[in-house]
């Protein structure tokens, strides 16, 4: 299981990341223990990238802010179940993953190519985003007030839901070397919506 792209991905992947994001992206990343592949890229293409204008741009901004809101839902379950080892783990897990799902939108955000064609462009303005989002915000507030069972329903819930759709359509859709990484990566994971429950099953059996 390699949900996020590490230095021991890296290292055993070193003809992938060369040829998609250059040599010295493989040795600064193998140099830099504390930041993992896709936060350096993300880090240098914030910094002195161009961004995708227009609404094929702002679908992957879009797809981002959405897994940083729950990202931050799990970040709450982290500090909601503190005291117990194993759920703060496996919240702390989740959290770490959804904040790479946000890069790998970040980073098609910047190497997406100007002649993509999508079929599917989901807007901030468009209602059931709107709907979302705001769903999202009050769940992140709401966490204080879960038990451990109706956190871990959330959680089974929420990565049934659209999120990982809009996600799984807008990262498929856009084709060229550098994305072709990511899903390339994230095919070798099995999809949250099919991996959290049964991670879910399994803390559920060691908590018992
Ligand atoms: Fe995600």
Not at 11 to 39: D, P
Not at 99 to 109: G, P, S
């Amino acid at each position: 299981m390699q949900a996020i792209v590490d230095q021991e991905y890296v290292r055993q992947h070193a003809g992938e990341v060369i040829r998609s994001f250059g040599l010295m992206a493989y040795v600064r990343s193998l140099r830099t223990k504390n930041k993992g592949l896709l936060e350096q890229l993300e880090e240098k293409y914030l910094s002195s990238g161009i961004a995708m204008p227009g609404k094929l741009g702002n679908a992957y901004r879009l797809s981002a802010l959405i897994e940083l809101r729950v990202a931050l839902i799990y970040e709450h379950m982290v500090r909601r179940f503190d005291e117990n080892p194993l759920v703060r783990a496996f919240f702390q897990k989740l959290q770490e993953e959804e904040q790479e799902h946000a890069r790998v939108m970040v980073l098609c955000l910047y190497t997406v190519d100007a002649q993509t064609k999508l079929d599917y462009v989901p807007g901030v303005l468009d209602p059931e985003i709107r709907t979302l989002l705001g769903k999202l915000r009050a769940l992140a507030r709401g966490v204080w007030k879960l038990s451990l069972d109706q956190a871990l329903d959330l959680t089974e819930e929420l990565e049934a839901s659209e999120v990982n759709v809009i996600f799984d359509k807008l990262l498929e859709q856009t084709r060229n070397p550098k994305s072709d990484f990511f899903i390339s990566q994230l095919a070798k994971v099995e999809g949250h919506a099919a991996a959290v429950p049964k991670r879910i099953k399994a803390l559920r059996e060691k908590l018992a």
